[in-house]
T-cell receptor
Framework: TQLLEQSPQFLSIQEGENLTVYCNSS?????LQWYRQEPGEGPVLLVT?????EVKKLKRLTFQFGDARKDSSLHITAAQPGDTGLYLC?????????????FGKGTHLIIQP | KAGVTQTPRYLIKTRGQQVTLSCSPI?????VSWYQQTPGQGLQFLFE???????NKGNFPGRFSGRQFSNSRSEMNVSTLELGDSALYLC?????????????FGPGTRLLVL
């Protein structure tokens, strides 16, 4: 069984602060996706990282895939209340096939104005 | 394009009953996956359908089943409901079967079993 552990589980910070959340596994993934889920809605894909060491930036969000493709981080600069939500990472296993994604349990992020 | 739609959005059932949930994928998408989301376990993969065939199944009991129709719409059924089946059931569609393919999630059906 491949597991993705996300940390911290909960994070509450003030608007304007920076933060980093982590997604770790002992398994190698062929790709890793980050989603944000808001209450009452399904997860929405933010980014997919594929190459070890890859860094992708989306405005104030920076995503990094570990060199060994076992871990990833999401860094948010100058957090805003609109960043509040559940951040999920999901890994796709190597080797082909169409197995469902393996999801972490998520980081609940609250940005206080 | 319209997004993934799921019906009903909310459902209350009692133990022992059965339930059928429906998912309409984005037009043109042929792959539909189902997930169960609970606070304790997070998102867990139930099964995936592609062109009316179940391609993969997660580690859930046989009480959980599904099917896909020729228009790619999918249904999942849970028989003999248990309290632990209370969860948010999410459907996701993608154009092909590839796991790196972007999956688009619906808003989910929140099931409460009393």
């Amino acid at each position: 069984t491949q597991l993705l552990e996300q940390s911290p589980q909960f994070l509450s910070i003030q608007e304007g602060e920076n933060l980093t959340v982590y997604c770790n596994s002992s398994s190698v993934f062929s790709s890793l996706q980050w989603y944000r889920q808001e209450p009452g809605e399904g997860p929405v894909l933010l980014v997919t990282v594929v190459t070890g060491g890859e860094v992708k930036k989306l405005k104030r969000l920076t995503f990094q895939f570990g060199d060994a493709r076992k871990d990833s981080s999401l860094h948010i600069t100058a957090a805003q209340p609109g960043d509040t939500g559940l951040y999920l990472c999901a890994g796709a296993t190597p080797g082909g096939g169409a197995d469902g994604l393996t999801f972490g349990k998520g980081t609940h992020l609250i940005i206080q104005p | 394009k319209a997004g993934v739609t799921q019906t009903p959005r909310y459902l209350i059932k009692t133990r022992g009953q059965q339930v059928t949930l429906s998912c309409s994928p984005i037009s043109g998408h042929r792959s539909v996956s189902w997930y169960q989301q609970t606070p304790g376990q997070g998102l867990q993969f139930l099964f995936e359908y592609f062109s009316e065939t179940q391609r993969n199944k997660g580690n859930f009991p046989g009480r959980f089943s599904g099917r896909q129709f020729s228009n790619s719409r999918s249904e999942m059924n849970v028989s003999t409901l248990e309290l632990g089946d209370s969860a948010l059931y999410l459907c996701a569609s993608s154009f092909t079967r590839g796991r790196s393919e972007t999956q688009y999630f619906g808003p989910g059906t929140r099931l409460l079993v009393l």
